[in-house]
């Protein structure tokens, strides 16, 4: 029943079988063998689709409801409700996933030796159902109304540049001034405008630019301002030690991007089992300290 529900979700026996661990022909017998023992078509499938028969589309949906009982049952049965164990499948935003988040994720795994964490790093949005995603750590809105979205910090946003892009002019003081420069953008966020507030006033400041480079990484755009390309709007903590060095001259300091959300979101359900339940309970305390802590290192240099 378990390799049932994955199947669906997944869209095809071998992207369950990819997930599961395990190889199709195991995925296609199990399948046959609950088909058989329920004396039910659940599934019809040819070459190049599959979809639920009408009998498959109620097993589906009690399917997901014992399994969750069943679930809710065994900790219980085995004293161990509160006791994390199993695998969690998390999606992270590449440059807070290799960097500063890894710190939480290993406080986790020692607290917990019973439970194994598959860490992935992409920056698009997750989709929890067909890549069998049980959290997301997501930096943006969220507008997807059938997951839970847990607020838990805001990313400062500054503007940088390498001295080389200044060499001859006067140092920038005003909004105004950098759009006559070059600039680079992150696309996930920004690609031919950005507006600056500035921090006292609360006056907003629209720049328009046709960007020299336009790229999705953090990392990449951070690499091409350190090699004096261009401009750019980024996250505070991942700029902190370039600006240390000198490589990235934080600008217009008085001015600043609106703070991107970042969110825990996972799926709505009945029941969250014991690991994702403490892994949410830590986050929630740890990404906002690690952000603090960037902070605090950038305002002590």
């Not at 994390?84 to 807070?96: C, D, K, N, Q, W």
């Not at 996930?188 to 480079?213: C, D, K, M, W």
Request: net charge neutral.
């Amino acid at each position: 029943m378990q390799t049932f529900v994955r199947i669906v979700d997944a869209g095809s026996l071998s992207s369950a079988a990819a997930q599961l661990g395990t190889t199709q022909p195991t995925v296609s017998r199990r399948l046959q063998a609950l088909e058989r023992s329920l004396g039910l078509r659940l599934l019809q499938r040819s070459t190049h689709a599959m979809k639920l028969t009408e009998d498959g589309v109620r097993c589906y949906e009690r399917a997901k409801e014992l399994l969750a009982s069943w679930e809710m049952f065994e900790s219980d049965l085995r004293g161990a409700g509160d006791e994390p164990e199993g695998s969690l499948r998390v999606v992270v935003p590449h440059a807070f996933g290799q960097q500063l988040l890894v710190g939480p994720l290993t406080e986790f795994l020692n607290r917990h030796a019973r439970v194994s964490v598959e860490w992935l790093l992409y920056d698009r949005a997750a989709d929890f159902i067909a890549d069998g995603i049980d959290c997301a750590i997501h930096v943006g809105e969220v507008h997807d109304p059938s997951v839970v979205a847990i607020r838990v910090a805001e990313v400062p946003r500054i503007v940088v540049a390498a001295p080389s892009v200044l060499t001859g002019l006067p140092t920038p003081t005003h909004p105004d001034e950098l759009a006559r420069l070059p600039w680079l953008s992150l696309r996930t966020f920004y690609r031919n405008e950005v507006s600056l507030t500035h921090v006292t006033t609360g006056e907003v400041q629209p720049i328009a630019f046709h960007p020299r480079l336009s790229t999705d990484s953090l990392y990449a755009i951070r690499s091409a301002a350190v090699n004096g390309l261009g401009i750019c709007v980024a996250s505070a903590w991942v700029l902190h030690e370039d600006i240390m060095q000198g490589r990235l001259l934080h600008l217009v300091p008085r001015w600043q991007a609106a703070p991107l959300p970042m969110y825990l979101v996972y799926p709505y359900a009945r029941f969250y089992p014991a690991r994702l339940r403490t892994f949410v309970a830590l986050m929630r305390e740890r990404i906002p300290a690690a952000l603090a802590a960037v902070r605090r290192g950038s305002d002590d240099s």
